[in-house]
């Protein structure tokens, strides 16, 4: 990306932009901004018909079209006066208020359900690069800016009119869009490899915890189970036990709330983990509270060890489970995380896997206490059943699904840098703090 950085620029209504580009209201640069279709009953949809975008499709600067409506010919041909065409860009109005695409090409003629519509003069602006601006922090900014109040923020056709658009040239826009858009695709590509990993891990859990990896041979190297029996956990290795959690752990308990409540928490001491910070195999300590070493040492019985297994018990988040990470020396728990700690012939990272995994997850919603808020006591816990190879055999079975995760959190990585760096060209470009050299096509 050829590219300099900007010196010379002039004040506008948005703040600094360079010298060399316009700055309008939407109105002008817009041939019309109009809302879609106002009403629509249940009557109006069809299997199969024309194509009907509601708010939950729209996407920043993408349309997810796995769950489009259908429109039929009547209703359409009704209003006929508001069908989509190629550059026209939607907006949001409710709920998410400034969030913009543009129309994809296959969707020209679809129509869309109160979103609003503008189709912007493209001798001024070029389509992708509006949408952009629109889903900028700056574009952001001044929608939310002119938004009505209410139970929710909503924008209208008039609010958006008379938004300020800064104009660079239009070659610029073009160049502007497509490094955006190049980004946007490696974003996509990153999400993908992310699901197909995802769909790896479930389906080597599937498969781990029901055939194992088998047994050693002579010469180290993993040959498959050949037997199996029926047990309460179904169809499982023979050389495995189907057994009670309960005959393999030294510990299953819980902590309590200090008194006062989150008025006696601290910026700094001794961490409490809650709920929040048990994630589905990871421990999140980004708002995690601290008490006091004084009220650590009221809390003996909940204090954790290292790779103690932390389960949710309460809550939404019931079921989510994690090891307590090696490099935490001392910690404890309030009364909605359960400490598990287990005997020497059951694995901590295997039971973290086993408790994540479905055959756990579904022994979880089968036993929590129900009621109006959900739960799980020490009973229940001490009673889930688990398969149980040899200690050899749950070593590697956590081995490899730890490979897996370790590829999931690199790919998580890559997609936080790619954000970020999303950010700061959008901070850059938009604003013409740096200046791209546009290709020949964009001319």
Not at 191 to 212: A, C, P, S, V, W
Not at 347 to 371: D, K
Not at 398 to 412: F, G, N, W, Y
Request: proline content about 5%.
């Amino acid at each position: 990306m050829e590219s300099v950085v900007t010196k010379d620029f002039k004040n506008s209504p948005i703040g600094m932009i360079p010298h060399d580009w316009d700055i309008r209201q939407l109105q002008d640069i817009a041939e019309s901004i109009s809302v879609g279709i106002a009403t629509s009953t249940t009557s109006s949809y069809v299997e199969k018909g024309v194509p009907f975008i509601r708010n939950q499709n729209i996407l920043p600067d993408k349309l997810k079209d796995n769950d489009l409506l259908y429109i039929s010919d009547s209703f359409d041909q009704a209003n006929k006066n508001k069908r989509l065409q190629s550059g026209d860009v939607l907006t949001v109005r409710t709920g998410y208020p400034g969030i913009s695409c543009v129309v994809p090409e296959k969707y020209v003629g679809a129509q869309t359900f109160t979103t609003l519509i503008t189709r912007p003069l493209k001798k001024y602006i070029e389509p992708t690069f509006l949408s952009r601006y629109f889903n900028s922090p700056f574009g952001s900014e001044q929608m939310l800016g002119r938004a009505a109040g209410g139970a929710q923020q909503n924008i209208n056709a008039g609010s958006l009119k008379s938004l300020h658009i800064p104009i660079p040239p239009l070659p610029e826009q073009k160049k502007i869009a497509r490094i955006l858009s190049s980004v946007d695709s490696k974003l996509a590509l990153i999400d993908q490899q992310i699901t197909t990993t995802q769909t790896l891990k479930k389906g080597l859990m599937q498969k781990l915890f029901t055939q194992g990896v088998g047994t050693q041979d002579a010469d180290g190297r993993w040959q498959p189970h050949t037997e199996f029996q029926e047990t309460e956990l179904g169809k499982i290795p023979v050389a495995w036990l189907a057994s009670l959690i309960n005959q393999h752990v030294s510990k299953v308990g819980s902590g309590v709330t200090p008194k006062g409540g989150s008025k006696a928490y601290l910026s700094e001491g001794i961490p409490l983990i809650r709920s929040q910070n048990v994630l589905v195999g990871r421990l999140d300590l980004t708002d995690v509270a601290y008490i006091s070493n004084e009220q650590y040492q009221k809390m003996k019985s909940s204090m954790l060890e290292s790779n103690d297994v932390l389960l949710n018990i309460t809550g939404a988040s019931i079921g989510r489970c994690c090891l307590l990470p090696k490099n935490i020396q001392e910690a404890n728990v309030n009364q909605h995380v359960c400490i598990i700690r287990t005997t020497d012939d059951l694995l901590p990272s295997y039971t973290a896997y086993f408790f994540n995994s479905e055959f756990g997850q579904s022994q979880i919603w089968s036993l929590q206490a129900g009621g109006n808020r959900e739960g799980l006591n020490f009973q229940q816990i001490r009673s889930f059943r688990i398969p149980l190879p040899p200690l050899k055999e749950q070593q590697e079975i956590a081995r490899i699904l730890s490979t897996v995760d370790r590829k999931l959190d690199h790919l998580q990585t890559q997609k936080a840098q790619t954000q970020q760096l999303k950010k700061g060209l959008m901070q850059k470009l938009l604003t013409g703090q740096i200046r791209v050299q546009p290709d020949p096509q964009d001319n």
